[in-house]
């Protein structure tokens, strides 16, 4: 460990990362960079408390702009994700599409809230209903939320309609459940996925993107293959190296699975899979919340589940809810959070809404001494107290 984790070789990673090197993209953002970075410490830091390491490398974050990754939805580009649905999932699985899209635009979830909200489980997020006049419906939010806390928080009036809209008979398990996909997944016809053995045997030496490459799959494929075998080997893996043609024989033999597409899902969504849905939803809809700029290296993102979310708060904001307000139903861990995604927002709207009412062109402020406006002139013995006061000037 003390041979790694020295300044020299976190700034190399911390360089390679930035130049791309076993990313599906060219390169990554400096955010991105950092990101992972700070995972990077993390661990550090747990082997300095350990005695492992001695010492935490002073490594700088790479500068970056500080704006979200994104940006609020309006009502109007939700609409074209709402009508791009069937599209991207099939008609047959639109209309729980639709439901999941309008539970987020209306709770201000993030998406995997939304695949742990249930009617009446109370280990998951579920809605409390008033029991006695003045009260209001709310929402308990389980310890399983991104900041780890027990929360209960106003319900936003259009959940409590759809909600409300439910038949009795139907309010049982999950609130939100969308449906599998009516299209198989097209996959290239020389795809293929190697046995457990000369997988193992592969892994050793080059990286998953390597091996994705030969077997015509995603990246997050292999490495999901890796986790299933029964013992993973020590891995030694030679970046951006990619599998000589006699490795790649070895990896075809007997393959697992050897097809061109992969049959519909019958088993809930994974949160991430829903997330990946979403995405593609706000791709067919055109709805672009990121345009690509070189000298940050951010690429084009498309619309997703966490902009409709942010499209929710910006609701909130226009309808002159406090700050207060936004962050507990947005459920930030700090104010700074609340502060920093959405305190310029609204002072922006206070700091113009000050210059409108102050800067209006107002006749009677703006009068010129001697009566060339429209209001009261001075009189004769005025203008000469005025003359006098001026001449002693």
Known sequence: MPEVAT????????????????????????????????????????CKGRGWAPDVPPLQKLESDQVMKGRPITEAEFQQMLEATAKVVGQSSADSWIFTLK?????????????????????SIHPV??????????????SSQKNGRVQEIPMLPGLVEMLDSIPEKARRGWVVNPEPLEFEIGLPVDSFRP???????????FSN?????????????????VTELPQIPERHIR??????????????????????????????FT?????????????????????A???????????????????????????????????????????????????????????????????????????LVGGLGSGAKLTSEELCALKSLLSKL
């Not at 130049?19 to 700070?38: F, I, K």
């Not at 539970?103 to 280990?123: A, H, I, Q």
């Open 7 to 46: 300044l020299d070789t976190l700034e190399y990673l911390q360089e390679r990362l930035l130049a791309g090197d076993e990313c599906r993209y060219p390169q990554r953002s400096p955010n991105t960079v950092n990101t992972l970075m700070g995972a990077v410490m993390a661990f550090v830091r747990f």
């Open 129 to 142: 209903w008033p029991t006695r006049a003045g009260q209001y419906p709310t929402v308990l939010i389980a």
């Open 209 to 225: 993107l390597a091996i994705a490459e030969v077997c015509r799959v995603s990246e997050a494929a292999v490495r999901k293959w």
């Open 195 to 205: 046995n457990p053995k000369q997988l193992a045997k592969v892994i050793c030496d």
């Open 293 to 367: 700029d070189k000298r940050t290296c951010q690429r084009e993102k498309f619309a997703s589940a966490h902009d409709i979310r942010r499209g929710c708060a910006q609701r909130m904001i226009n309808h002159g809810v406090s700050a207060e307000t936004l962050k507990v139903v947005m459920r930030h861990a700090s104010f700074s959070t609340t502060e920093k995604h959405y305190g310029a927002i609204r002072s922006a709207q206070n700091a113009a809404s000050e210059l409108v009412s102050r800067m209006k062109s107002s006749t009677q402020n703006s009068e």
């Open 103 to 123: 539970v987020l635009w209306e709770s201000s979830f993030r998406v995997g809230d939304v695949m742990n909200f249930s009617w009446n489980d109370p280990r």
């Open 239 to 268: 970046l951006n190296v990619r599998l000589p043609e006699q490795v790649v024989r070895q990896l075809k033999k007997d393959p697992i699975r050897s097809g061109s597409a992969i049959s519909r899902a019958t088993e809930r």
């Open 271 to 291: 949160v991430e899979r829903v997330s990946r849905i979403i995405c593609r939803i706000g791709e067919e809809a055109g709805v672009v919340v990121q345009h």
